[in-house]
């Protein structure tokens, strides 16, 4: 069997890759691979025993990562005087289940350790051992990684591979489970290798894992180079929790941050409730309710200048006065936080395509006080062409691009009702209690203050840069927003939203069929899978291939906020650029980047892995194929949501 190694950088799922580590944890991360690294050098040279140097490893792991973590680090005892040398558990004691199977040797035992070039070693046994006893034993399926080291050397398998070549073997399977209940000849663990080693030895197949020379990264340690801050802040991912027990964050696209969606109701003035095993989204109790929130302070403005009189569909908001206006209050509230919240990610986006220059930074409390001054940068500012703006709008909101959308259009309810600048701006509302603004001293500020001093707390634009944050924020990216916009739109039945790893899945496998399909019926060819196409593309076709994924038709029954779609229009980009058939305006290829999708989101990468970074030079200037490229995929976009995605919706 062979090893098909992958390096650090090549291992890490690309949304990972792309968050930034705080600075806290980066730090005690390098100071104890460091302890590490000195201490098992000097326990090599004293050749001090195996135990020891898997004492230092526990040491290291929990120094690094899990002295205050949910998951527990330590040995796990087996059949008879066997047990795993180490492992990481999903929960705090060595009852839960184990999630990373460690294998430790000592660095002078290379008759046991393997390595890149030899997987035929005892080390390599017993692991296989060890997992085929916690998944037939033990019922445990959730082992996520595997890890062989002597210290200096680290191979980490995915779960997934011992899965697939060793529990999926029918024959190794039916010799372990007869080993385990002593009707083999032998029941000792050396036999049970001996047929492990056979098997191994035998299968002619290869195994993919991450190989690491750990050693190498201790001349990285205390540099302040971008070259070692970016080797040890890869090493400290693939060592995380977060990849080795393939933890869920609040970043990713299938969770909720709920710290900052429980504060954000809070703001408005709402609070979920579970009803019949159903979540809603239900305006406050009458004992909790705040006028300075935004929803209480849209009803009073409202019921007090009776303006519900003059809407001709008034019954479609409720059977009696109360119900009107909260549907009505709510309603508005909604159009106001989803205008703010995009604004915050554009603002995020300007200040990172500016290369972090805080001039872009216009939505913030010091520089919008009043509500009053939030409705002209939506109405006077973005909804008006850069050169059609008045004197006092230029000088108040510069650097602020014109946004082409209805999103800041008045709606016709805020032009028969209220607009945000009617609010009250001086009402001080309480904070939550678990705020994110805990450093503020005053236990009450004005609502505004409050909204924009809260979404200021929290990172909208650090993502895609790899770098170690100085500060503590949270990362909020647009997927995350998605999910909120989702929760507070379908407040009023707790509507249910599929989660993105099920669109991505049903996309892919769906829209590649009817691509293979729509090219044998145009074309006439024979793919049986979308793979075959490779064999039929040639640059004569490109155009034409082009044309005829564009002439699918998507189309989403139950639309809601449009989800499926986005996965849809994903997923279609992502197809052509495996194929290698995007074409700019003038119909000349892209070349030089990758194109996927992970965690429900496009990932642009160039032929060396980074991420596309798109911004200006140092001189203020464009970068010209960054432009070229962006240009292509938003052109790309448009002909896809303008000629293939359709829906509708009840609501």
């Known amino acids: 069997m062979q090893l098909k190694a992958k390096t650090t950088f090549k291992t890490l799922k690309p949304t990972y890759r792309k968050d930034s580590i705080k600075q806290t944890d980066f730090d005690r991360f390098t100071k104890a691979l460091g302890v590490f690294l000195d201490q098992a050098e000097k326990a090599s040279q004293s050749s001090e025993s195996e135990e020891h140097h898997k004492g230092l490893l526990a040491d290291f792991l929990k120094d690094a990562f899990y002295k205050e973590s949910k998951n527990y680090v330590n040995t796990k005892k087996l059949k008879g005087n066997s047990e795993i040398d180490l492992a990481i558990f999903q929960g705090k004691s060595a009852d839960s289940k184990v999630g990373v199977i460690i294998e430790a040797k000592e660095h002078s ?30 019922d445990n399926h959730e082992i996520k990684n595997i890890i062989i080291t002597d210290s200096y050397q680290w191979f980490i398998f995915d779960a997934t591979e011992y899965s697939k070549l060793f529990y999926d073997n029918s024959k190794l399977k039916k010799h372990f489970t ?27 197949k ?49 969770s909720l941050n709920k710290d900052f969606y429980n504060e954000l109701l809070h703001i408005i003035g709402l609070e979920e409730v579970k009803v019949k095993g159903k979540k809603l989204i239900q305006r406050k109790s009458k004992d909790k309710r705040e006028l300075a929130s935004l929803l209480e302070n849209t009803i009073v403005k409202i019921d007090s200048r009776g303006t519900t009189n003059r809407l001709q569909n008034i019954h479609e908001y409720g059977n009696n006065k109360d119900e009107q206006l909260f549907s009505i209050g709510l309603e508005l ?51 008006i062409p850069t050169k059609d703006r008045t004197e006092y709008t230029v000088k108040d909101f510069p650097n602020i691009p014109y946004l082409n959308s209805s999103l800041f259009e008045p709606t016709e309810l805020e032009r028969t009702t209220v607009y945000i600048s009617g609010l009250k701006d001086k009402l001080p509302l309480s904070k939550h209690p678990k705020t994110v603004l805990k450093k503020e001293s005053k236990k009450e500020i004005s609502t505004l203050e409050y909204l924009l001093r809260f979404l200021d707390a929290y990172d909208f634009g650090i993502e895609g840069k790899e770098e170690i944050q100085e500060d503590s924020k949270t990362l909020i990216n647009a997927s995350v927003l998605g999910l909120i916009f989702e929760k507070i739109n379908g407040y009023k039945d707790g509507s249910f939203y599929t989660p993105s790893f099920i ?36 640059p004569s076709n490109y155009k034409s291939v082009n044309e005829i994924i564009n002439s699918l038709t998507i189309c989403d ?35 030089g980047y990758s194109i996927e999708i992970d965690n429900d989101e496009l990932i642009v990468t160039d032929e060396d892995g980074e991420f596309l970074q798109y911004g200006f030079t140092d001189k203020g200037n464009i970068k010209k194929d960054e432009q070229r490229l962006q240009e292509t995929l938003f052109l790309e976009k448009k002909a896809i949501i303008e000629n293939c995605l359709f829906g509708v919706d009840i609501n």
Not at 109 to 137: C, P, R, W
Not at 178 to 204: F, N, R
Not at 371 to 378: Q, S
Not at 517 to 524: F, G, I, R, S, W
């Open 503 to 538: 669109t991505m899945y049903m996309c892919r496998e769906s829209i590649r069929r009817a691509v293979t399909q729509k090219l044998n019926d145009a074309l006439e060819w024979k793919c049986e899978t979308f793979d075959d196409i490779y064999n039929y593309l040639e």
């Open 557 to 591: 029954p139950a639309v809601g906020s449009g989800h499926f779609l986005v996965s849809a229009l994903n997923e279609v980009i992502s197809i052509k650029s495996e194929l290698g058939i995007l074409l700019d305006k003038h119909g000349k290829r892209l070349r």
């Open 109 to 138: 035992n290379t008759s046991e350790m393997i390595t890149k070039d030899n997987l035929h070693g005892k080390a390599f046994y017993e692991t296989i051992q060890y997992y085929l006893y916690e998944k037939i034993v033990n």
């Open 206 to 254: 290869s195994i993919t894992g991450t190989y690491i020379p750990l050693k190498d990264y201790k001349k990285y340690i205390g540099k302040d180079s971008k070259e070692a801050q970016k080797k040890l802040s890869t090493l400290f991912k693939i060592l995380s929790p977060r990849h080795l027990l393939k933890e869920e964050t609040t970043n990713d696209s299938n």
């Open 178 to 204: 007869q080993w385990q209940k002593g009707l083999t000849d032998s029941s000792s663990t050396k036999q049970m290798y001996e047929v492990i080693g056979e098997m191994v030895k035998q299968s002619g």
């Open 333 to 383: 509230c909604i159009t106001w936080v989803n205008r703010i919240l995009f604004l915050k990610l554009l603002e995020s986006q300007l200040i990172s395509y500016h290369n972090g220059n805080k001039d872009y930074a216009f939505l913030h409390p010091d520089r919008i006080k009043e509500f009053d001054e939030l409705e002209t940068l939506f109405f006077e500012v973005l909804a």
